[in-house]
Each structure stands twice: as structure tokens, then as C-alpha cells.
């Protein structure tokens, strides 16, 4: 028995001799990077210890401990992997809160040393199954996958244009689970909205009230102030209507620009205040259809929501509910804005039905000088709660 316990420890230790250790950057509650460095040591790790660890934890804004070991690479790895986990307002690993967990992971000699920088160090694929593979890069922004689509990857989102941030917050990393999913669905780079908002709006107007175009012009000025005007936000298109839509008058998405000066002079140009006849509400709205929500008047393509929004001082008096419900066959929005001052319980009522229903229906508020806060806050509140849905790509502008 004693040659035989003999044998086996020569043999261990010749095993033991023959794998090259790992070295690695060690220190306990250094306050610095470099104060870890400079007092810590470097150390051969355990055979089953090939990875280097490093944990970076913040207690307080101006306080860190720093944290630098050998580690057993899965476990380090999951260690990691808890860097995304929702912690608060944001993630276990953060920049945007008083405490912070960070831990980074590397598996060649003393690769821990100086600062850690989590997902840039080699992440060590975990057992189990690959993960769909990411796009190669999100509109408006770009996608890093560090060990691609394996598990335990981290890839990281970053948005590249202007006024474009990730959304939804806090999911800027997204890691493959080793069940073959990520960790969440893959974000986009959003704005906000307002002044984002990305619709094609075909507006229909009538005005039989004195100062009816200098109403109108106050109306747009407030829309303009709150929206942004733009190829990848607000287009505006407009007629105006008696008992036939009055074509001269049309302002087309495409016959501005997107400049908010030239579109309030192309209003007060063509302006019709008390049309003659009818209110003939249904051929306009049939008219702007036809005219407006066209490629050739600069509608956008169909990621782009559209709408029709009817401004009139009185009630239809043809089919205006039928064609309404045309306007709603084909996906789009209907609003009504009543300009007039009393209304009655039957206008009221085929207002409703004209428009997408009660909650789409807007009254003129003459102390206010506007439709009231309730209109955009209407807008913000139905909307705007998804961002992604307000960012227009480099194709859908035709």
C-alpha cells in the first residue's frame, strides 16, 4: 500500500509539473487600479484556475475597491455574466449609479493588469447552445458581439447618429444564455418622441368663421413648436374644402421641404376662409386619399404611420362616416379638430364615428387660443411609448 500511495503521488505531481500555470495580477481591496498593481502580487494559479479575475466594486461614486484572483473559468463566467443582470434603474455593472458590481474575466498570463475593461476581455464560451445570430448593425447605430453568437457572448449597443439613444434604457448589453437565447430581444436606437414623431399627416380643412386663416396659421405655429418637421419625423400636407375640395389650395408633403417657414406662407397663400356651399366633408376626405397620401404628393413608404386630420367649424352634411371608414381600411389614423363654438349631441355624435372613435376627437378651446394640452398630450401618450416605431431608415423616405 505505502509503494502504491507512493506512485500515485509521483504521478500527480509529474501532471502537476507538466501544465504550465497561469499567472495572474492578485490584490485584495486596493482603492485603485493602481494601487493593485503596485502592491499586489502576481501569482501561479491552481490548475483548475485558468482565468484571471478582476472585480471592480463601488460603494459610493468617489469609492471603489478593487478585487484581482485566479479564478475557475466557468465560475468566472458566471460571475460576468451578472454585469447585465437589472439592478435598480440600469444594470449590476454601471456607471449611472452610487454602487456598481463589476467582474471581468481573461485567460492569458497576467491579462488582468491596469484597468479592467469587461467587454473587451475574452469571454470564454459556456456549455450549451448557440444563440440566433445578432444583425450586423441596428439603423442609426452599431452592434459589437464579443465570441459572436456562443453562449455566454456579451454583445454591446451603441447608437452612432445624433439625438438617437438605445432603447428600451438599459439594455446597451445583451448576453447569449447558454440556453440558446439572448438575454432580451435585440434594442434599437430610438429618439424622443415628442419632437419625434414619424407620421405623414393629410389634413383636411374647413373655415367659415372670420380670422379662420390666422387661426389655422396659430394652429400649425403649436404643432410646429412641439414636433420636429423633418424627413424622418412630421410631413404635413393640407386642403381645404367647401362643397368640393378646392384644389388650388393644397399644400403638398412634398412642396416645402420640410421648411416650417415656407409651409405657414403656402398656408396664408392658399387659405380659403367661408368656402361656398356644403361642408361636403366625405369628397374631401375622399379627395385627400386620392392626392395627398401619394408617392407622387411625398407620402413616405408604409413603415411610416399616416393619419387624416379634419379641421371644421361644422358638421358633414354627405357620407363622411363612409369614407372615414375607407381611411381606416387602409391602416391609417382618422382625427377630428372642431373649430366651431357650440355643438351638438348628434354633431358630437358623428364626429365619433368619423374619427377613430371619442378619444379622437378635439375641441377648440378659444381661451387657450388651441386645441388644448389634452390634443398632444393624446398624441405623446398613444404614439410616442414605443421609439423604435419613430425611427425612420434610409429607405423609408420613398
Known sequence: MTMLR?????????LFNGHEALKCMTCQGSTSFEECDVNGQIRECMPNQNSCETVVRRMQKERQLIFKQCKEQSACNMN????????????QCNSDQTSSFCTCCCDTDICNIAAATCHSAIVQPLPGNNCPSQPKN????????YNGNKPGSVCQYKCSDVNYFVYPFGQETNVCRNNGTWEHETPCCGRNCPPYLVYDFGCVFHVSIPGGRERIVSIFKGFFEVDIVAEDSVKVSLVFFGDTPIESSVIKFNEYETSKVRFIELVRERAVEKPKGSV????????ALDNLMTPEAGVRNERVQKAISIFTDHAAD??????????????????LYYMGKAVSNADREQF???????????????????????????LKDNFCTQPCDHVVHEHDST
Do not use: M, W
Open 6 to 14: 507512493i506512485f500515485i503521488v509521483v504521478l500527480v505531481c509529474s
Open 80 to 91: 460576468q455574466l451578472q454585469n447585465t443582470r437589472l439592478s435598480g434603474r440600469s444594470k
Open 138 to 145: 441596428i439603423p442609426h447605430g452599431e452592434i459589437t458581439c
Open 280 to 287: 361636403n366633408l366625405g369628397a374631401a376626405i375622399k379627395f
Open 318 to 335: 354627405d357620407d363622411a362616416i363612409a369614407a372615414a371608414n375607407e381611411v381606416r381600411k387602409r391602416g391609417y389614423t382618422v382625427f
Open 352 to 378: 365619433n364615428q368619423i374619427a377613430n372613435g371619442e378619444d379622437y376627437v378635439f375641441f377648440y378651446d378659444e381661451a387657450a387660443g388651441n386645441f388644448g394640452v389634452e390634443s398632444g398630450q393624446f
